[in-house]
């Protein structure tokens, strides 16, 4: 099993900016894509970003510019440093995992293991 630890969430005024961490442990951490998705309420939950091993990174048009994903290997962490922010962007932000390699990384299906959440609100 692999366990994630988001932290990171809370309150910003729009505009401002937050910066999600997320801190996997467990068995074998030789992973290859840590990502973010987000589920706003009533939503269903979309990506927002990823990367992979290689430090490539992914992200969904609605953040592009906006927020930036960074990884540190040694620590299994992901990082999201969110700029900018909209009331849109208010979510439940998850961390993701995936194992071995894949194409696509954009899909919830694409992932092993995820963390219980942050929420992130923004007020206008």
């Known amino acids: 099993q692999v366990q994630l630890v988001e932290s990171g969430g809370g309150l910003v005024q729009a505009g401002g900016s937050l910066r999600l961490s997320c801190v996997a442990s467990g068995r074998t951490l030789n992973w290859s894509t840590m990502g973010w998705f987000r589920q706003a309420p009533g939503k269903e939950r979309e990506f927002v970003a990823a990367?992979?091993?290689?430090?490539?990174?992914t992200y969904a048009d609605s953040v592009k510019g906006r927020f930036t994903i960074s990884g540190d290997s040694a620590k299994n962490a992901v990082y999201l440093q969110m700029n900018s922010l909209k009331p849109e962007d208010t979510a439940v932000y998850y961390c993701?995992?995936?194992?071995?390699?894949?194409?696509?990384?954009?899909?919830?299906?694409?992932?092993?293991?995820w963390g219980q959440g942050t929420q992130v609100t923004v007020s206008s």
């Open positions: 993701a995992i995936r194992l071995l390699w894949t194409t696509t990384i954009s899909q919830q299906a694409d992932y092993d293991y």
């Open positions: 990367i992979r091993w290689s430090r490539t990174t």
